[in-house]
T-cell receptor, first 114, second 113 residues
Framework: DSGVTQTPKHLITATGQRVTLRCSPR?????VYWYQQSLDQGLQFLIQ???????AKGNILERFSAQQFPDLHSELNLSSLELGDSALYFC?????????????FGPGTRLTVL | AQTVTQSQPEMSVQEAETVTLSCTYD???????LFWYKQPPSRQMILVIR??????QNATENRFSVNFQKAAKSFSLKISDSQLGDAAMYFC??????????FGAGTILRVKS
């Protein structure tokens, strides 16, 4: 158990819908990262937040957005869902934004878009 | 562009034997870190070992060790005395300034009893 929690574990929804994935980082960790793992794209970095502020952006679609709240939990919002958005979404956290900080991964949320 | 290449989609090893998984990466930075992550069927991402680019000494964690060749941009993982529990997908990853992990496509490791 990494100490990072993600809810829900599984999510099944229809095309065009909107969903919210939630992540609680390890106690004391200020940085949160979101990654997407899909069959065709592999594991890709989406976005990073540090202490409530966006720190880095990767291959995140405009239909996707995220935020980190004052209590440091983070939410990833996915809207106008398409079949290709079906994937495993990981949240990871680290103590700070320093390069040598280990990122601890949560168990992931499996999203299925029908 | 930062890229990580794992040229072996799948590998097999006999229990108690040794196996080496290959990884190459591309970067122009001098300060970065390299990792091997294990993803078992549970899908949990588990850090196996990490290597700081500024360290010449290869990292070791129990049965897991790396062969880090900085000039060649090569970072292979050696698993000694393979166990059934080592069966998983293994990802090589790289991080530099900006902290985003860049992953390879992964290598499926099968362990035969």
């Amino acid at each position: 158990d990494s100490g990072v929690t993600q809810t829900p574990k599984h999510l099944i929804t229809a095309t065009g819908q909107r969903v919210t994935l939630r992540c609680s980082p390890r106690s004391g960790d200020l940085s949160v990262y979101w990654y997407q793992q899909s069959l065709d794209q592999g594991l890709q970095f989406l976005i990073q937040y540090y202490n409530g502020e966006e720190r880095a952006k990767g291959n995140i679609l405009e239909r996707f957005s995220a935020q980190q709240f004052p209590d440091l939990h983070s939410e990833l919002n996915l809207s106008s869902l398409e079949l290709g958005d079906s994937a495993l979404y990981f949240c990871a956290s680290s103590v700070s934004a320093l390069l040598d900080n280990e990122q601890f991964f949560g168990p992931g949320t499996r999203l299925t878009v029908l | 562009a930062q890229t990580v290449t794992q040229s072996q989609p799948e590998m097999s090893v006999q229990e108690a034997e040794t196996v080496t998984l290959s990884c190459t990466y591309d970067t122009s930075e001098s300060d970065y870190y390299l990792f091997w992550y294990k993803q078992p069927p549970s899908r949990q991402m588990i850090l196996v070992i990490r290597q700081e680019a500024y360290k010449q000494q290869n990292a070791t964690e129990n049965r897991f060790s790396v062969n880090f060749q900085k000039a060649a941009k090569s970072f292979s993982l050696k698993i000694s005395d393979s166990q059934l529990g080592d069966a998983a997908m293994y990802f090589c990853a790289y991080v530099q300034y900006g902290n985003k992990l860049v992953f390879g496509a992964g290598t499926i490791l099968r362990v035969k009893s």
